[in-house]
């Protein structure tokens, strides 16, 4: 049994969807995790009978998830339903055809208004990072890391968020999560950063498919809590509220689905066919690209702020150039680094924070340039803590590679 904030976790929805490993079809799992998400409602408790109490001690954070707790069970039918379609349009996938089931995910998605939303983008004006398997290629070349080339579409693989032969730009917020996603040894990784240029993103819609009913209500809520400014489930102002609970339960199963974890890697990745009809209904919606958590396991990471977002991706759509053998349009929206050889790896947390302090004093006239500096404080802040397999975080390997690139950044703009 769960309160609503651990229910909401991504962990704990990773966990449930887990459990259903072992059913041979997709479409079994996807039913029985819909019960299970169900039982989970119904047999919800209040944040005062939960464990994790004693560190969300605030009698305000607590009559708010009880006034949610209240309505999410009174809305338990629309979490139903929510399922229900999403579950209806991958049976129509397999049992069907593309087109009516695209037809039927785009219907429900348009009518309950899902795919309207865009993130902020100063939200991802990041240094965002990318890897790939070391070989004979170089790595000191940005195009090297950009998407698989137009004229060799036929390696392209089927990925989450793209079909097999499209090619898209993945990349992630933090060393650690590149790592993961490609499951090698940091030795065996080339790496390379991008970072989104804010003058250009500031124009260009990414859809957000971040788990934000728990980001509210494990981040959002016990800081504004701790700042003691009132807050009510009831106050129509802030989302979610007493009347926004079809859409976030939408939102949230949505989100929930399109990171159900693969259990096999094989020709056909029936875990796939949901996000990559999202990507066709949002691409067509005109948006630049997509956030969205990974699925990986980083249990090993622990102590870091709650805020931190290591663990985000983020896909950017590629358009086919006709001339070019990249979308050098979209290569143009990032300032790029890469690595040439010449760097120590021996950066401490404190160098750079000197570094950042007298680039601080410096012009900061080029927004592109300064906006991810100036958000880079508080993303150092939110990991510092984080512990690694028993070593704190910056003082990894990984957390090493991540701050050379950072101070490549900050060189940048000196
Ligand atoms: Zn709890």
């Known amino acids: 049994m769960h309160c609503p904030i651990c229910f ?9 969807k887990g459990s259903c490993f072992g059913l041979l079809r997709f479409e079994h799992k996807l039913e ?155 030795d065996d990784i080339a790496l390379a950063g991008f970072c989104p240029k804010y003058s250009v993103y500031y124009h260009k819609k990414m859809f957000d498919l971040k788990n934000y009913v728990n980001d509210v209500l494990e981040n959002t809520l016990p800081a504004v809590c701790e700042a003691d400014i009132p807050i009510s489930y009831f106050d129509k102002e802030i989302v979610p509220n007493r009347w926004s609970i079809e859409t976030d339960l939408q939102n949230s199963i949505l989100m929930h689905i399109c990171t159900f974890p693969r259990e096999y890697t094989d020709v056909f990745i029936p875990e796939y066919v949901l996000p990559q009809m999202l990507t066709t209904a949002l691409m067509e919606k005109g948006y630049a ?28 759509f590629v358009s086919y150039d006709e001339k070019n053998n990249f979308d050098e349009s979209l290569l143009n929206t990032f300032i790029t680094y890469t690595l040439d050889g010449t760097e120590s790896f021996d950066l401490t947390l404190d160098d750079l924070r000197s570094e950042m302090a007298a680039v601080d004093k410096a012009s900061r006239s080029k927004q592109d340039h300064s906006l991810p500096v100036i958000l880079l404080g508080p993303r150092l802040e939110d990991i510092e803590s984080g512990v690694l397999c028993g070593i704190n975080y910056y003082q990894t390997q990984t957390g090493k590679i991540e701050l050379e690139f950072y101070r490549k950044m900050l060189r940048h703009l000196c």
């Open 8 to 16: 909401f976790r991504d962990k704990s929805q990773k966990e449930i």
């Open 289 to 316: 690209g997509i956030v969205f958590p990974s699925t990986k396991d980083f249990s090993d990471l622990t102590g870091h702020h709650r805020y931190s977002s290591y663990y985000l991706n983020v896909g950017f």
């Open 32 to 186: 029985k995790y819909k019960e299970k998400f169900l039982i989970g409602i119904d047999e919800m408790k209040s944040l005062s009978e939960c464990d994790c109490y004693s560190s969300y001690n605030h009698k305000e954070l607590l009559s708010w998830t009880d006034s949610f707790l209240e309505t999410l069970k009174e809305n338990r039918s629309a979490a139903e339903q929510a399922f229900d379609q999403i579950i209806s349009s991958y049976r129509d996938f397999i049992s069907k055809s593309q087109k009516v089931a695209l037809d039927n995910l785009w219907a429900y998605l348009e009518e309950n208004k899902l795919i309207a939303g865009a993130v902020h983008p100063l939200q991802h004006t990041h240094l965002l990072f990318r890897g790939r398997k070391r070989g004979a290629f170089n790595e000191a070349e940005i195009k090297e890391f950009f998407h698989v080339p137009f004229t060799m579409r036929q390696k392209i693989a089927n990925q989450r968020f793209s079909i097999s032969g499209q090619p898209m730009l993945y990349l992630g917020s933090s060393i650690l999560g590149v790592q993961k996603e490609l499951g090698l040894e940091l």
